[in-house]
């Protein structure tokens, strides 16, 4: 019988790679993840994508839901106005972008925002951003179905349930918030790290694919309201001592999807086969 006591209790969008998440009611699932999802980006100069793994002051610009579009503001520079990001840009600019080991054709955002972004992080910056035609794939050997993922990291969508994170606060010298670990899909019920045997579950109607634990990095160190790290590397110094498998630190599974369907919070989640 299908466990319903396992539940979809948040659903976040991060419509900037590497900036804050956005919580959402509902969201709609496209090929590339959920819609809206990491579909910005912010290069150098030199079109090297930018992450808080090297500029943690990225933590600063707060993003918030505007009417057809998203609000950006800095946490600590208030004589910067609010600026403007509409939800999609469009195709007058183009250039291509490294985004680790790929490259990858983008739009090129408002030039206002160029301005503003350089201005809040002093060094060149340009806001750019993914097309539903630019095909970005999932990496190949975890990829049969032809998956494709939009600026996040690897995959589409990532999956942590809320037991698991109350678990490593109890083990933490102090509590961390769920931000730092950049879900997509957060769940309700079930024990602690059940997740890692999921191979097949379903949100409401829409199926998905828990393809392996997702290896965390130095950036769920930084406290994502002051881009201030925790001292002695925490959570990841805790993590590492009971979540090790081999060089990697896991933390949540990455997740494939259907390509389409609607998630709502409150949506039952059903596993349909372990591993």
């Known amino acids: 019988m299908p466990d319903a006591s396992l539940t ?29 999802d990491r579909r910005w980006l912010l290069v150098d100069a030199k079109n090297q994508f930018l992450t808080q793994r090297q500029h943690p002051e990225l933590a600063l610009l707060a ?48 030039a206002v925002a160029d301005e503003w972004l350089s201005r809040a992080l002093d060094r060149e910056i340009r806001l750019v951003y993914m097309s539903d035609m630019v095909r970005r794939d999932v990496e190949p050997e975890r990829n049969p179905e032809g998956q494709v993922v939009s600026f996040a990291d690897a995959y589409p ?33 079930g024990p602690a790290y059940d997740d890692d045997a999921w191979a097949e579950f379903r949100v409401g109607e829409v199926p998905f694919r828990a393809v392996k634990g997702c290896a965390r990095c130095v950036m769920t160190t930084i406290d994502q309201q002051t881009a201030t790290k925790t001292p002695q590397g925490e959570p990841l110094r ?3 001592s009971y979540r090790s498998t081999g060089s990697k630190v896991l933390f949540g599974q990455n997740v494939t ?13 059903t596993v349909l086969r372990r591993r």
């Not at 976040?12 to 590497?18: D, G, M």
């Not at 709609?28 to 959920?34: A, E, R």
């Not at 942590?160 to 109350?166: M, S």
Request: proline share 9%.
């Open 238 to 240: 805790t993590l590492a």
């Open 63 to 110: 993003v918030a839901a505007a009417h057809n579009g998203w609000l950006l503001t800095h946490r600590q520079r208030p004589e910067l106005l609010p600026l403007y990001i509409p939800f999609e840009a469009t195709p007058e600019r183009t250039l291509f972008v490294t985004i680790w080991d790929d490259l990858v054709w983008a739009w090129r955002g408002p």
């Open 257 to 269: 999807g259907p390509g389409h369907g609607h998630l709502r919070v409150g949506d039952a989640v």
């Open 157 to 189: 969508f990532l999956l942590i349930g809320e037991a698991a994170l109350a678990d490593l606060n109890q083990r933490l010298p102090a509590p961390v918030l769920l931000n730092r670990f950049r879900p997509n899909l957060v769940f309700s019920g």
């Open 8 to 36: 979809l209790s948040q659903l976040l969008i991060y419509p900037i790679k590497s900036l804050g998440g956005v919580a959402v009611a509902e969201a709609k699932v496209t090929p590339q993840g959920l819609r809206h």
